[in-house]
């Protein structure tokens, strides 16, 4: 009986929940709040809705996810996603929807290579590197836009209009932002467990020294890295497009913040070397249910970001406090 006790506490997904433990607890705290304060929370067209938004952020945090891993940080994500954006409406309206969009997709693997390079060739810290990069392309957002407040998408796909593409449902619920973020989630996890690549970059973030005298190459890793966010950070920027139909030069605003904030709360390291698909998204989904109770209960903005992040420090906490016990008891 111990035996097979001991055997069922070393399965993975045991050992997952037990290793990211405040995480679930606060999800099951938030979802039973969510339940009983506000009724509409769990209307069918909501749920829709929040899960479209999940799936739509989730993309941006899986690319940070992955910069995180390394032991850097991209604070330029939210202008890539202003600025993919604006430039996708403009080659939309001109050149058409596919080549726009394939345009797009290297235009932000482009800015993240930049911004790995950056890193990687000058030696230049993230946290400086990519505050500098993020300055410059919010002042291109805004001389795209004339200063003004955006731009509509005259472009049809088919012959409708690209919001209607974003709110499709296959099978009554599933709908594009669901099916890119599992394919991102899919493919991008199984890359991390599978892949060398992807296995050396916790080595990468938790052990750069080691991984050196392994004989792997921390600088491609960290350019590829960044190069995965700035394609994620595009990809972001073509379904908030779709949703909104228009780009507007503050379309990014807060979507840095809020993607550190659900990568963190989902138990992801800063200083690299811990993480995976799985508690990014569940990371995202904690943000994302939060403020969407605060809106159903009619809160102000200022009292929004005031929770969240009174939210994220007690998730950092609970995960200090965790990691502590675990050392104690090793």
């Not at 045991?14 to 433990?21: P, Q, T």
């Not at 009724?39 to 069918?44: A, D, E, I, S």
């Amino acid at each position: 009986m111990i035996a097979k006790l001991d055997k069922f506490k070393s399965t993975p997904v045991v050992r997952f929940f037990r290793e990211n433990n405040s995480i679930y607890i606060l999800i099951l705290v938030i979802i039973a709040a969510c339940i009983s304060a506000s009724p509409k929370f769990t209307r069918p067209a909501n749920i829709i809705n929040l899960t479209q938004s999940i799936g739509t952020y989730g993309i941006l945090a899986i690319g940070l996810t992955f910069i995180f891993l390394v032991g850097g940080i991209d604070l330029s994500l939210a202008y890539q996603v202003a600025l993919d954006g604006t430039l996708f409406v403009l080659m939309c309206n001109s050149i058409g929807f596919f080549p726009a969009l394939l345009i797009t997709l290297v235009l932000g693997c482009c800015i993240g290579y930049m911004n790995g390079t950056i890193v990687t060739r000058l030696k230049i810290p993230s946290l400086i590197g990519t505050l500098a990069v993020m300055t410059s392309l919010k002042g291109l957002v805004l001389i795209l836009n004339n200063d003004s407040s955006g731009r509509a998408v005259e472009a049809t796909l088919f012959g409708e209009r690209l919001s209607h593409f974003y709110n499709i449902k296959l099978f009554g619920f599933l709908t594009p932002s669901h099916i890119i973020c599992i394919i991102f989630l899919v493919a991008l996890g199984m890359f991390l467990k599978y892949k060398r690549d992807g296995i050396n970059m916790y080595v990468v973030g938790g052990n750069p020294e080691a991984g050196l005298f392994s004989g792997i190459n921390n600088d491609r890793l960290t350019r590829m890295a960044f190069t995965i966010g700035g394609f994620c950070a595009s990809f972001c920027s073509i379904l908030v497009v779709m949703r909104m139909n228009t780009s507007t030069y503050n379309m990014g605003d807060n979507l840095d913040i809020i993607a550190i904030c659900s990568v963190v709360v989902g138990g992801v390291k800063m200083q690299g070397g811990k993480g995976n698909m799985a508690m990014c998204i569940m990371g995202v989904a904690t943000i994302q249910i939060i403020n969407n109770v605060m809106t159903k209960l009619g809160m102000r903005t200022a009292m929004q970001a005031l929770i969240t992040g009174i939210v994220v420090i007690l998730v950092l906490i609970l995960d200090k406090i965790t990691s502590n016990i675990k050392a104690n008891n090793a």
